[in-house]
């Protein structure tokens, strides 16, 4: 069974402080690891998708790598418009069926002006 | 209308009413998701549509019942649904590429409140 788990499950921060997300995973075999970003009583944003370890992508102040077990968001010079819960989420290969994601619980952001 | 829309954005019912959300994707996608957003939960997968097949229900209780008329249309139905039901209901819409690996995007969801 796929499993998902995100660190830290809340983070807050000051204006212009970097920092990073974690998101470890298990999967039998990893057809892609998607970043979201989710404000409250809205719908998941799609942020990146990372398929193979050593990947990365850029977005703004955003950043996702990935390895074999665990992917980082790195928040780079943050800004409070940047504040929201971000949801991580692999789809596999085994036992699961097309188009399954498993999510992990988030991290809420906070950031402070 | 872009993206992914769903209506209505908020519903309250009772435990024996009967009710209908509706998902429309223009992105021109062919696989079509429901999911459940529960309070300190994940997001929880509850049906998959592609192409217009079911190809997923995720041991989803039959007071759920999906509908999928077309590529572009998804529906969930509600009836005598229990407290606990009350949560955020997502769907998403993905191009639908064989062996998966493509980007889910979502609408705004339906806060469902149940009495």
């Known amino acids: 069974e796929d499993q998902v788990t995100q660190s830290p499950e809340a983070l807050r921060l000051q204006e212009g402080e970097s920092s990073s997300l974690n998101c470890s995973y298990t999967v039998s075999g990893l057809r892609g690891l998607f970043w979201y970003r989710q404000d409250p009583g809205k719908g998941p944003e799609f942020l990146f998708t990372?398929?193979?370890a050593g990947e990365e992508k850029e977005k703004e102040r955003l950043k996702a790598t990935l390895t074999k077990k665990e992917s980082f968001l790195h928040i780079t010079a943050p800004k409070p418009e940047d504040s929201a819960t971000y949801l991580c989420?692999?789809?596999?290969?085994?036992?699961?069926?097309?188009?399954?994601?498993?999510f992990g619980q988030g991290t809420i952001l906070t950031v402070h002006p | 209308e872009t993206g992914v829309t769903q209506t209505p954005r908020h519903l309250v019912m009772g435990m024996t009413n009967k009710k209908s959300l509706k998902c429309e994707q223009h992105l021109g996608h062919n696989a079509m998701y429901w999911y459940k957003q529960s309070a300190k939960k994940p997001l929880e997968l509850m049906f998959v549509?592609?192409?217009?097949?079911?190809?997923e229900n995720n041991s989803v209780p039959s007071r759920f019942s999906p509908e999928c008329p077309n590529s572009s249309h998804l529906f969930l139905h509600l009836h005598t649904l229990q407290p606990e039901d009350s949560a955020l209901y997502l769907c998403?819409?993905?191009?639908?590429?064989?062996?998966?690996?493509?980007?889910?995007?979502f609408g705004p969801g339906t806060r469902l409140t149940v009495l």
């Open positions: 989420a692999v789809q596999g290969v085994g036992g699961t069926s097309y188009g399954k994601l498993t």
């Open positions: 990372l398929y193979s």
């Open positions: 549509y592609n192409f217009k097949e079911q190809t």
């Open positions: 998403a819409s993905s191009q639908g590429v064989a062996g998966g690996g493509d980007t889910q995007y």
